[in-house]
């Protein structure tokens, strides 16, 4: 039996403890340590994972839009002050995971480019127009990444069918898949994820992630069989500024549909020039 503290704070019947507990004997009694990544999209909250024992970062920007690509500086500073390892968030846009030819040269760009500044990996994804794996774009990203390795994100959980998708990804020569089953919660996705981890065999590693906070960390583990972990822990904080005007937003509201996303007018922008002109 692990000790109590492996298992505490699950909200649990002593039968269900049990059985977290049974599991957690059985899938993960070979384990090593669990690997521990941070999705951060600031410096600070890169120093403070490194700080607070992560085993990795993925570096984004924008998480509040699902995350898309870091800038150049971001990348250089972050592998300047920190000690564990940096994988670089490829996407360039938030929405939807399916790419234009324009898309794919800017992600190709920007694997050349985090390569440059020092990533230890590249996370990336991307789907054709039938939601299944576009493994033409994924080699080519893997291609251009070259010695290091490429996690795919949960544009895997998109797709019409995980294990193909997890073949597929193998096939391609992926080191790792983030998934949450296929659910909204790696919680709620566990049987899923269970399967995945099995059908893997160690030829690709399945990375729990969605929604992994304090509270369900050790159960999702038990219950998977999963050596590595992500989660996005964040606190709001404030700017110093005083006497900012409330009437001034420079944020708008995301949209619901997780497959759209914004992109200039043109006909819009073609009269609003047509119409400043004296």
Known sequence: MPPPALIAGLSHT???RLSVSHLLDERTSN??????EAAVDT?????IADRAGASRVELCANLNDGGTTPSTGLIGAVRARIRIPAFVLIRPRGGGFVYSHDDMAVMSRDVEVARGEGADGIVTGALDAHGRVDIAMIAQLTEAARELPVSFHRAFDATPD?????EMLIGAGVSRVLTSGGA???????????RLVDQARGRIAVMAGGGIREHNVREVIARTGVSEVHARIGSVSHSAT?????ALRLRKPFPENENVWEELDEMRMRALIGLAQP
């Not at 005083?242 to 409330?246: H, L, P």
Request: glycine share 6%; proline share 3%.
């Open 43 to 47: 410096l600070r909250s890169a120093i």
């Open 31 to 36: 384990q090593s340590e669990i690997l521990v």
């Open 242 to 246: 005083e006497g900012s005007s409330r």
């Open 184 to 194: 909204a919660t790696a919680l709620e996705g566990v049987a899923t994820i269970a």
């Open 14 to 16: 002593p039968l269900q």
């Open 162 to 166: 995980l294990a193909q998708a997890l």
